[in-house]
């Protein structure tokens, strides 16, 4: 038995080599999956419903993706679709899908699979004490799912049974990365352990690759390893590239957790056929004593505008420690004067960011830095947008004029290279879960719809 696998990206719309992908194609796989999604630039895309990636990146990708998925009559699965695996995000795509079928002259059956989470069911759950967090979850009420938007994220079960349906395009929701990749060979019956090592394996495309890209991999499963190979002229593979992989995004490089179970790699061996392959056995995949599905949910927050300077005066970069908190207390004041008590000081959040001296890692920075200049992210996030605005204008005049000691009359501080400084960011989104919901089968938080394109 072999299965062959493309994964032609990491992300869909990064954008991917042609030829490279064409190798692929022409090793003809059983089904090319590709993923669409992450949390990982933040909750804005899940709060907002906006994609990361523009239409016309994702749209020059799907159609070299369906061309070639004509061509071999084999299953296309994308996951997460517009970034947050939103149903907008489904939809938004399945746009994009129609209008190449239209202009290609391409004919397929399209499964879409949702996941948004209305509130009244999560609620529900919560009342029945459903709802289990995660290490680090923040704590929740039964109120924040009314406000919040929320997603499921899918295993292999949906997708199989799009697939059992006669699906030829699948475009889903929040799904776990390696379920994409995972579930022909899964519902085939191939070895548990190997499928979803090498769903992990692939789920990020070329990143296991050296250098790391966003070029494909191709799989050979076969009863007892699996083959992963690049695709690209300019990329190697090694067994250490490719066991790192089993680290991303993972606190434990040995178990992996998935709705279904956990993959277990601890015995797993990693051997270069040659400077493009690897070999890889020995995973095993332990199925749980229930089934879950991890939730996903972020809500608005506020609005935010941003000003950006800078400074290299010693003499002030010696004093920010000091004014900066004087600032932010020079400002309370002034919002009370200026709005005539009708905005609150605490609901406006006024931060100074100081790179160079620590922004990054803050309170938790090893050593003190001695930078020759710094550059000041200011943010000023209130209920609206106007009034985050209307903060902004007098923080940013203020703030290029704070006082110094050593200096007598009016000076400058801050630099700013943009004329006006402050800069609208709009809404301001927050994560509200890591948790999972218990005593779910694998299929009943999905919806799928089917038509004829």
């Known amino acids: 038995m072999e299965f062959r696998i493309l994964a032609p990206t990491g992300a869909l719309g990064a954008g991917f080599d042609a030829e490279a992908f064409r190798r692929g194609v022409a090793a003809r796989p059983h089904v090319i999956a590709c993923d669409a999604g992450s949390t990982d630039s933040g909750p804005a895309a899940l709060g907002s419903g906006t994609p990361k990636l523009s239409d016309q990146a994702v749209t020059r990708d799907l159609r070299l993706l369906l061309r070639a998925r004509d061509e071999l ?28 079928a239209e202009a290609e002259n391409l004919h397929f059956t399209m499964g879409l699979i949702y996941s948004d989470q209305p509130a009244e069911r999560l609620e529900a759950f919560f009342d029945d004490g459903r709802i289990a967090p995660l290490p680090h979850a923040p704590d929740i009420d039964r109120e924040l799912f009314a406000r919040s938007h929320t997603v499921a994220m899918m295993g292999v079960e949906p997708i199989e049974e799009a697939l059992r349906s006669g699906c030829d395009v699948i475009l889903t929701g929040r799904a776990s990365d390696t379920a994409l990749f995972a579930a022909v060979p899964h519902m085939r019956g191939a070895d548990p352990g190997l499928t979803w090592h090498m769903a992990k394996t692939i789920e990020c495309g070329a990143a296991c690759a050296v250098p790391p890209s966003a070029n494909g991999l191709l799989v050979h499963l076969r009863d007892d390893h699996f083959d992963v190979t690049t695709l690209a002229e300019d990329s190697r593979l090694t067994p250490r590239s490719v066991a790192a992989h089993t680290l991303y995004e993972n606190a434990d490089p040995f178990r992996i957790v998935e709705p279904s179970g956990i993959l277990d790699t601890t015995d797993a061996t990693y051997e270069a056929v040659d400077e493009r392959t690897v070999r890889v056995r020995g995973a095993r995949f332990m199925p749980a ?7 996903e949910g972020a809500e608005l927050v506020g609005h935010q505008t941003v000003i950006v300077g800078g400074v290299r005066d010693q003499v002030v970069i010696r004093h920010l420690p000091d004014l900066v908190p004087f600032a932010k207390k020079y400002f309370a004041d002034k919002i009370l004067d200026v709005f005539g008590g009708d905005v609150d000081p605490a609901d406006v959040d006024i931060d100074f960011r100081l790179y160079g001296d620590g922004a990054v890692l803050a309170a938790a920075e090893p050593e003190p830095l001695r930078p020759r200049e710094i550059g000041v992210l200011i943010t000023v996030t209130a209920p609206d947008q106007a009034t985050a605005h209307a903060v902004a204008t007098f923080v940013a005049h203020a703030s290029s004029h704070l006082p110094i000691p050593e200096y007598d009359g009016l000076v400058s501080t801050l630099a700013y290279p943009f004329s006006p400084p402050e800069t609208d960011r709009g809404p301001l989104y927050r994560f509200t879960l890591n948790h999972v919901v218990t005593g779910v089968t694998p299929t009943e938080l999905f919806r799928t719809v089917t038509e004829e394109v």
Not at 80 to 99: E, F, K, M, N, Y
Not at 289 to 295: P, V
């Open 289 to 295: 004593d229930g089934y879950t599905n991890k939730l």
């Open 73 to 100: 009559g084999v299953p296309l699965i994308i996951g997460s679709c517009g970034t947050s695996g939103r149903d907008v995000g489904v939809d938004r795509v399945a746009a994009l899908v129609r209008g190449i």
